[in-house]
T-cell receptor, first 111, second 114 residues
């Protein structure tokens, strides 16, 4: 089955630093999504990517859909304490097929 | 705007007891609906998804079942809970008319089986 490798598993950074995380797949995806989950809550959609090569920003967040359609990265600039949480990537192969989720990157920000 | 509700928010149940978790979506019609389970500190495991009333696809064989009695209602059940059923249960929805499968999650139910 399709699998997503998300890295790093966890990160400890200083407030103000930039963050980068990525997901790679053994299969081609048509859609890449990035979510953030705060403790005890459901994941919230941050960015959705639909085309290979697409680069999309949402405030301090930037994500790109890899040219090969097998990878995506998420960057967070100038991190702040509220960026703490677990970030998940998710990919979709075809319409009305279930998303495949990465195992998450746990981000900790040290003030 | 669309909203998704889950209840209860937390639940503590003894092993062998039944389970019923409910999820409802407002503000949209004929959504795709999903149940996920998340073990502590782990990723999301898709349990069931539904593209319409009475249509349920199971991703992981286990002692859980799902039903969709109404268009915007999705229920997760078990006849006899196991210790391994403990976890954070998330319901999600997506539109069925779009080619893009952006899923939107509910607040979750924290289940502890003792």
């Amino acid at each position: 089955g399709q699998q997503l490798n998300q890295s790093p598993q966890s990160m400890f950074i200083q407030e103000g630093e930039d963050v980068s995380m990525n997901c790679t797949s053994s299969s081609i995806f048509n859609t890449w999504l990035w979510y953030k989950q705060d403790p005890g809550e459901g994941p919230v959609l941050l960015i959705a990517l639909y085309k290979a090569g697409e680069l999309t920003s949402n405030g301090r967040l930037t994500a790109q859909f890899g040219i090969t359609r097998k990878d995506s990265f998420l960057n967070i600039s100038a991190s702040i304490p509220s960026d703490v949480g677990i970030y998940f990537c998710a990919g979709q192969y075809g319409s009305n097929t279930p998303l495949v989720f990465g195992k998450g990157t746990r981000l900790s920000v040290i003030a | 705007s669309q909203t998704i509700h889950q209840w209860p928010a937390t639940l503590v149940q003894p092993v062998g007891s039944p389970l019923s978790l409910e999820c409802t979506v407002e503000g949209t019609s004929n959504p795709n609906l999903y149940w996920y389970r998340q073990a502590a500190g782990r990723g999301l495991q898709l349990l069931f998804y539904s593209v319409g009333i009475g249509q349920i696809s199971s991703e992981v064989p286990q002692n859980l079942s799902a039903s969709r009695p109404q268009d915007r209602q999705f229920i997760l059940s078990s006849k006899k809970l196991l210790l391994s059923d403990s976890g954070f249960y998330l319901c999600a929805w997506s539109t069925s008319s779009s080619s893009y499968n952006e899923q939107f999650f509910g607040p979750g139910t924290r289940l502890t089986v003792l």
